[in-house]
């Protein structure tokens, strides 16, 4: 082991436990990941790397020497006093966080811990959680378990800056010492730690990412006014966010959020709220809109179009946002169902996710690049902003469209070099 380096176990190994796993052992940590996932642990075993995130292949490369990959949880315990939960926690239909895999490596526990462990928490887990994980280690009499809440603000795309630069670490936890122990682990990093209780650092993370969204659902409302009445949501956005209190992040309108974490944790927020007896009406507000933000663009096709029967529709990505070939969630999938609704014929092209794109978006005729997506097509919506669509090959386009029209559905493209290239632009709170 390296000199300050503590053995850290990680139980499962998903997109937060990879990352977690590959920036400790950047650290200077060893760590022994275990997922129930054979087959991904036999791919990391022999090099491979199951998801795709900028850097994180060259990072597992540089820190081979200190992670060791393993189906048996025994293997994690045996070797590791501090042990990370990174298992998925997915939404089930009533909009409640799913546990069952956080339970199973609890009721586990008493055949692999003899000695003292810290069992750290980076799953997003409901208010209470942890409270319950207390509750049932002191009926199954294990004393020798300290519990930590220390949540991961990652973002995908820019998890590895994110968690190598972070803007607050925070650790939950009723006991100091275990508290200091997962403290000391980030002590190398410039960034303000927040020392609390666990009902505290489990909220924090829920009410980070709420508000987040709010944020979001809110400029895309004032988006949807703008275009009411001739403004541009762009120069709003920044008019507002030069003012410190509002902060110029997450103030980009669009098609709505997706992925892995806002719509399941927003869902979890207001669903922890409503098992409470309370009502958390600005979350439903948040959701609502968020929903309804994802069909607008048909109704922009179809003023443009009319009916949208037999049309042909090509959709530029299809990631619920750039840098990542992540499909939950995504405002594509529902646009494209929508579309398909309506008769209309679906062609899609993405940098990255075509491959997962078969399964997730089915009915979709999946292209190679953007050209081929386009061919024959009465529009194309630019629905993910990858930097390859940033300058798209407008004239090559025009030779191969049926119809001239454009929706950017992210705000992405320069208005006046499409027109200029002989389209019809539409944006979102764009007049
Ligand atoms: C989000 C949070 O940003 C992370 O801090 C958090 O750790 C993570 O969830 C999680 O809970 O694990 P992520 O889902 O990877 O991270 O993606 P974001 O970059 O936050 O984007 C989420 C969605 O919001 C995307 O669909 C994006 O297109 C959309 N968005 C973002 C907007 O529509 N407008 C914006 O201004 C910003």
């Given at each position: 082991?390296?000199?300050?380096?503590?053995?850290?176990?990680?139980?499962?190994?998903?997109?937060?436990?990879?990352?977690?796993?590959?920036?400790?052992?950047?650290?200077?940590?060893?760590?022994?990941?275990?997922?129930?996932?054979?087959?991904?642990?036999?791919?990391?075993?022999?090099?491979?790397?199951?998801?795709?995130?900028?850097?994180?292949?060259?990072?597992?490369?540089?820190?081979?020497?200190?992670?060791?990959?393993?189906?048996?949880?025994?293997?994690?315990?045996?070797?590791?006093?501090?042990?990370?939960?990174?298992?998925?926690?997915?939404?089930?239909?009533?909009?409640?966080?799913?546990?069952?895999?956080?339970?199973?490596?609890?009721?586990?526990?008493?055949?692999?811990?003899?000695?003292?462990?810290?069992?750290?928490?980076?799953?997003?887990?409901?208010?209470?959680?942890?409270?319950?994980?207390?509750?049932?280690?002191a009926r199954q009499e294990i004393n020798n378990i300290d519990y930590v809440s220390n949540p991961e603000f990652l973002r995908e795309g820019s998890a590895i800056g994110d968690f190598l630069?972070?803007?607050?670490?925070?650790?939950?936890?009723?006991?100091?010492?275990?508290?200091?122990?997962?403290?000391?682990?980030?002590?190398?990093?410039?960034?303000?730690?927040?020392?609390?209780?666990?009902?505290?650092?489990?909220?924090?993370?829920?009410?980070?990412?709420?508000?987040?969204?709010?944020?979001?659902?809110?400029?895309?409302?004032?988006?949807?006014?703008?275009?009411?009445?001739?403004?541009?949501?762009?120069?709003?956005?920044?008019?507002?966010?030069?003012?410190?209190?509002?902060?110029?992040?997450?103030?980009?309108?669009?098609?709505?959020?997706?992925?892995?974490?806002?719509?399941?944790?927003?869902?979890?927020?207001?669903?922890?709220?409503?098992?409470?007896?309370?009502?958390?009406?600005?979350?439903t507000a948040v959701i609502e809109v968020n929903e309804l933000q994802k069909r607008r663009v048909v109704n922009k096709l179809k003023k443009h179009l009319g009916p949208l029967t037999d049309?042909?529709?090509?959709?530029?990505?299809?990631?619920?946002?750039?840098?990542?070939?992540?499909?939950?969630?995504?405002?594509?999938?529902?646009?494209?169902?929508?579309?398909?609704?309506?008769?209309?014929?679906?062609?899609?092209?993405?940098?990255?996710?075509?491959?997962?794109?078969?399964?997730?978006?089915?009915?979709?005729?999946?292209?190679?690049?953007?050209?081929?997506?386009?061919?024959?097509?009465?529009?194309?919506?630019?629905?993910?902003?990858?930097?390859?669509?940033?300058?798209?090959?407008?004239?090559?386009?025009?030779?191969?469209?049926?119809?001239?029209?454009?929706?950017?559905?992210?705000?992405?493209?320069?208005p006046a070099e499409v027109k200029a290239a002989g389209f019809t632009y539409e944006g979102i709170g764009r007049s």
């Amino acid at each position: 082991m390296s000199k300050n380096g503590e053995n850290i176990g990680i139980v499962g190994v998903g997109y937060v436990g990879l990352v977690t796993a590959t920036c400790l052992a950047e650290l200077g940590h060893n760590v022994v990941c275990m997922d129930i996932d054979s087959e991904k642990i036999a791919l990391l075993t022999r090099g491979g790397v199951p998801i795709y995130e900028p850097g994180l292949a060259e990072l597992i490369g540089k820190n081979r020497g200190r992670m060791t990959f393993t189906t048996a949880l025994e293997d994690v315990f045996r070797q590791c006093e501090i042990v990370f939960i990174a298992v998925d926690t997915p939404p089930t239909f009533t909009g409640d966080a799913d546990l069952s895999r956080v339970f199973a490596v609890i009721s586990a526990l008493p055949g692999l811990s003899s000695s003292h462990h810290i069992l750290v928490m980076k799953s997003t887990v409901p208010v209470g959680t942890g409270m319950k994980i207390s509750v049932e280690l002191a009926r199954q009499e294990i004393n020798n378990i300290d519990y930590v809440s220390n949540p991961e603000f990652l973002r995908e795309g820019s998890a590895i800056g994110d968690f190598l630069n972070p803007d607050r670490i925070v650790i939950g936890c009723r006991e100091a010492a275990a508290r200091q122990r997962v403290a000391a682990l980030y002590r190398h990093m410039n960034a303000p730690v927040l020392e609390t209780n666990i009902p505290a650092a489990e909220m924090i993370k829920y009410a980070s990412n709420a508000f987040l969204a709010t944020k979001i659902s809110f400029i895309n409302e004032i988006a949807n006014v703008c275009e009411e009445i001739g403004a541009d949501v762009a120069e709003v956005a920044k008019g507002m966010g030069y003012d410190k209190r509002i902060g110029s992040h997450f103030l980009k309108a669009g098609i709505g959020f997706g992925g892995s974490c806002f719509p399941k944790d927003v869902a979890a927020l207001k669903q922890i709220a409503g098992n409470s007896g309370y009502h958390f009406q600005l979350l439903t507000a948040v959701i609502e809109v968020n929903e309804l933000q994802k069909r607008r663009v048909v109704n922009k096709l179809k003023k443009h179009l009319g009916p949208l029967t037999d049309k042909t529709i090509a959709l530029l990505g299809l990631a619920f946002k750039p840098n990542t070939n992540d499909l939950r969630e995504a405002s594509s999938i529902v646009l494209a169902s929508r579309l398909l609704g309506d008769g209309a014929y679906v062609k899609a092209y993405d940098p990255v996710a075509i491959p997962d794109a078969a399964r997730a978006v089915r009915g979709v005729l999946l292209c190679d690049d953007t050209l081929s997506a386009v061919e024959g097509s009465d529009a194309a919506v630019l629905v993910t902003e990858w930097e390859e669509f940033a300058h798209l090959p407008l004239a090559d386009m025009k030779k191969r469209m049926r119809q001239y029209l454009i929706i950017d559905g992210r705000n992405f493209l320069d208005p006046a070099e499409v027109k200029a290239a002989g389209f019809t632009y539409e944006g979102i709170g764009r007049s």
